[in-house]
């Protein structure tokens, strides 16, 4: 007689296939994604064209003041590009941040009932940030129409600048999001973080105005190498790359990102227990 197979459930034995599971757990990210796009654009008026609303009615206003009372400089490019490019980065920036900063609170049912790699849950929050981004970024098109002018020939370049405002605001959410489990108030320090980062990143200025014994030290602000970047991969011109900035922002979000998966993975554990 056959003795009774022993199950033995080891801890900690999925730890040490978390980064192939998840590869195997892709389709997981799908769903992910496509859950929170039908849930951010259900039963909406105008849907998608939101993305453009948001970022025109800021250029507008960024216009009006900066432009029209403050006459701020154009640098030889309309300031309405120079805005609607800085807000489009911003909005791509935030907007990841506070999808992929809430977003393991916003699954906790599922995340207490099953394996497999929470990674997965704030990774595919931005995926709802970049539709909005594509959208938004179709209104340049005739932006560039009505101003007369063509994009710059370092538009090639402009994947690269997302990738970064991608890892920066991953970096920021996996941070929030893996606090948020155990801090409920992060959700209203998020905002919060938004708002003020509005205003102390260059959305509505060209960085070049800065003296250079600030820029360096502004640069440790990562959105400061993201929106510098995306002016100068779709405007060109006078918008050249502060290099020693660049290089500031770019080791803040390599630093960002990286401690950021480090305590997210510290905390995981717990997650199924706290939440």
């Known amino acids: 007689m ?78 309405q590009l120079t805005a609607y490019v800085g807000i489009l980065a911003w909005t791509f920036f935030s907007m990841s941040l506070q999808e992929s900063g809430t977003s393991l609170v916003g699954n906790a049912n599922l995340i207490s009932k099953i394996y497999f790699p929470r990674l997965v849950i704030p990774a595919a929050a931005v995926i709802t940030a970049l539709l909005d981004f594509l959208v938004a970024a179709l209104l340049l098109f005739f932006l560039f129409a009505w101003f007369h002018r063509a994009p710059s020939i370092h538009i090639f370049a402009l994947p ?22 155990r801090y409920r108030d992060i959700r209203f320090v998020i905002p919060f973080i938004v708002q003020f980062g509005l ?30 970047g995306f002016r100068w991969a779709i405007l060109g011109g006078p ?20 401690t950021g998966v480090g305590y997210f993975r510290k905390t995981e554990r717990t997650f199924a227990d706290i939440i």
Request: proline content about 5%; hydrophobic content about 55%.
């Open 160 to 181: 690269i600048f997302v990738a970064l405002a991608f890892a920066a605001a991953m970096g920021g959410g996996l941070w929030l999001s893996a606090l948020m489990v």
């Open 239 to 258: 918008n050249e790359i502060y290099v020693p900035g660049m290089l500031m922002s770019v080791a803040v979000t390599v630093l960002l990102i990286f």
């Open 199 to 228: 205003y102390v990143s260059p959305v509505f200025f060209n960085t070049a105005h800065l003296p250079a014994s600030w820029r360096v030290w502004y640069s440790m602000n990562p959105v400061v190498g993201v929106i510098d």
């Open 2 to 79: 056959h003795e009774p197979t022993e199950l033995i459930i080891e801890a900690g034995h999925a730890e040490r296939h978390y980064w192939r599971d998840l590869w195997r757990y892709r389709e997981l990210f799908y769903f992910f994604a496509w859950k929170d796009i039908l849930v951010r654009y259900k039963q909406t008026v105008v849907g998608v064209a939101w993305a453009v609303i948001r970022p025109l009615l800021l250029m507008i206003v960024f216009t009006f003041v900066f432009k029209r009372v403050m006459n701020l400089p154009d640098d030889g490019v309309p300031y």
